[in-house]
T-cell receptor, first 119, second 113 residues
Framework: AQKITQTQPGMFVQEKEAVTLDCTYD???????LFWYKQPSSGEMIFLIY??????QNATEGRYSLNFQKARKSANLVISASQLGDSAMYFCAMREAIHEDFGNEKLTFGTGTRLTIIP | NAGVTQTPKFRILKIGQSMTLQCTQD?????MYWYRQDPGMGLKLIYYSVGAGITDKGEVPNGYNVSRSTTEDFPLRLELAAPSQTSVYFC????????????FGPGTRLTVT
C-alpha cells in the first residue's frame, strides 16, 4: 500500500491565486513527520516545510502553510499568492523508521504534483 | 558553505560499464543517504550510512554498492550498469537518525544506453 498519496499529477493556477496541493499518508506510528519539498526544473530538492505529528498548530513558512488534519491523515500544502517562480514539482514525504528496532529514519516520498503558474 | 556536493552532474554509461558517484558533505553529519528518482516518480532509498564504517541497504539496493571510510564521503558504486539504472541520483545527509530536515545534494543524472 502506498504510504504517501498525491492525487494531483498536475495543476495549473493563475498567478497571485492561492493553491492547495493534496497529500494523504498512511502510518500506524504515533510519532511521525511530514515534509514538503519543491523540485524546480533545475532538479535540486528544496525543503519547504515540516509538520510533526505532535505539533498542535499547523506549520507555516512565509507563503507556505501546511494544512494538517491528523484524523483524516492529510497534510496539504497551501501556497498563498502564487508566483511564476512557484512553477515546479512538489513532493510530499513522510519520515519513517528504516528498521523497527532502530531509530534510523528515512523519507518516503509521494509521486509528486507538477504545479504550473499561469501569468 | 558547500553543504552536500555531488559529482558528476551528468553521465552517460554503456551497458556493463561501472562508475562511482561521489558525495561529500561538510556539515559533519553522521547520517548519509543515497536515493534514486526515476522519471515522474518520487525518491527511493538505495543505501544509507549511520557513520564511518557502517552502511546498510534501503529499498532498492540491487546493482549498487557503497562504502563510508570517512564522515564526509559516501560514494555510490554501480557495477555492470543496466538501462534500469537510468535515473537521477541524490545524496543527502542529516545530523542524526531522527529526521527533521534532510539536506540534499544537487543530484547526478545518469543515463545507461
Amino acid at each position: 500500500a502506498q504510504k504517501i498519496t498525491q492525487t494531483q499529477p498536475g495543476m495549473f493556477v493563475q498567478e497571485k491565486e492561492a493553491v492547495t496541493l493534496d497529500c494523504t499518508y498512511d502510518t500506524s506510528d504515533q510519532s511521525y513527520g511530514l515534509f514538503w519539498y519543491k523540485q524546480p526544473s533545475s532538479g535540486e530538492m528544496i525543503f519547504l516545510i515540516y509538520q510533526g505529528s505532535y505539533d498542535e498548530q499547523n506549520a507555516t513558512e512565509g507563503r507556505y502553510s501546511l494544512n494538517f488534519q491528523k484524523a483524516r491523515k492529510s497534510a496539504n500544502l497551501v501556497i498563498s499568492a502564487s508566483q511564476l517562480g512557484d512553477s515546479a514539482m512538489y513532493f510530499c514525504a513522510m519520515r519513517e523508521a528504516i528498521h523497527e528496532d532502530f531509530g534510523n529514519e528515512k523519507l518516503t516520498f509521494g509521486t509528486g504534483t507538477r504545479l504550473t503558474i499561469i501569468p | 558553505n558547500a553543504g552536500v556536493t555531488q559529482t558528476p552532474k551528468f553521465r552517460i554509461l554503456k551497458i556493463g560499464q561501472s562508475m562511482t558517484l561521489q558525495c561529500t558533505q561538510d556539515m559533519n553529519h553522521n547520517y548519509m543517504y543515497w536515493y534514486r528518482q526515476d522519471p515522474g516518480m518520487g525518491l527511493k532509498l538505495i543505501y544509507y550510512s549511520v557513520g564511518a564504517g557502517i552502511t546498510d541497504k534501503g529499498e532498492v539496493p540491487n546493482g549498487y554498492n557503497v562504502s563510508r571510510s570517512t564522515t564526509e564521503d559516501f560514494p555510490l558504486r554501480l557495477e555492470l550498469a543496466a538501462p534500469s539504472q537510468t535515473s537521477v541520483y541524490f545524496c543527502a545527509s542529516t545530523p542524526s537518525g531522527s529526521l527533521y530536515e534532510q539536506y540534499f545534494g544537487p543530484g547526478t543524472r545518469l543515463t545507461v544506453t
